[in-house]
């Protein structure tokens, strides 16, 4: 079973700092051209510290592609993305957790080296890797290559990184893909632990995913047809 609770309330004391600088990350007038072909134009939304925004549309409307803009993966054709709150120092991407469709996994690396690897890169301590492990389930597994393991387990390691690196925005895109249903409620609970810690979410999805009150942002392609 997929245990959440501990692992985050251990780091809620840290969290809840945010809600104090009433962070605000917002849209206006976004666009973006991929392939010389315009993706999407005119997206403007507002999510604040708290508040999950979660972005749908028909495939090829620029879901993904709008979480890779925000994330600093893509250039901004026009308009503008606006962050305040956060670090001033810092761009919206360096203080993101981007998870996208593939799960940036080196297959001869264990579990738990694959997972470290990831915590260096975003400048954290290794403290936070077991439990990080633990909320997802996979400490049972911290020394099996990753190469070994299923869709739904390589999903939860790339998602175990929203909980050993300390980040106040996600970008999650498709995030419930591969799991089953006890590791979708998990997945569930630890967003809405990030959000009551004064975290916010973009999550670009096809469906529910087991967050009350987010609001919906629909988009829908415009000229070209890009994921």
């Not at 592609?65 to 893509?74: P, Q, V």
């Not at 360096?94 to 297959?107: F, I, R, S, T």
């Not at 439990?131 to 739904?152: F, I, Q, V």
């Amino acid at each position: 079973m997929v245990h959440t609770g501990g692992a985050m309330r251990r780091r809620m004391d840290h969290m809840r700092g945010w809600r104090a600088q009433l962070m605000r990350l917002t849209s206006d007038n976004l666009a973006c051209r991929r392939g010389g072909r315009m993706v999407f134009t005119g997206v403007s939304f507002a999510v604040a510290a708290g508040e999950a925004l979660l972005v749908t549309g028909r495939n090829g409307a620029g879901k993904s592609t709008l979480l890779r803009l925000l994330a600093g993966l893509l250039p901004v054709a026009a308009g503008r993305v606006g962050w305040d709150g956060g670090a001033p120092d810092q761009s919206v991407g360096e203080q993101a957790h981007y998870v996208g469709h593939l799960d940036a996994l080196k297959p001869g690396l264990s579990v738990r080296d694959n997972l470290a690897f990831w915590t260096a890169w975003n400048g954290a301590q290794a403290e936070g890797i077991d439990a990080a492990l633990a909320a997802l389930a996979l400490d049972g597994l911290a020394d099996l290559p990753a190469a070994y393991l299923s869709a739904g387990q390589r999903r939860r390691l790339a998602l175990a990184r929203l909980v050993a690196v300390h980040r106040p925005i996600w970008l999650l895109d498709e995030p419930t893909a591969a799991l089953d249903v006890t590791a979708q409620a998990a997945l569930a609970q630890l967003m809405r632990d990030h959000l009551a810690g004064g975290g916010l979410i973009i999550a670009a999805t096809h469906g529910p995913i087991g967050i009350d009150g987010a609001r919906e942002l629909r988009i829908g392609a415009t000229i070209g047809a890009a994921a």
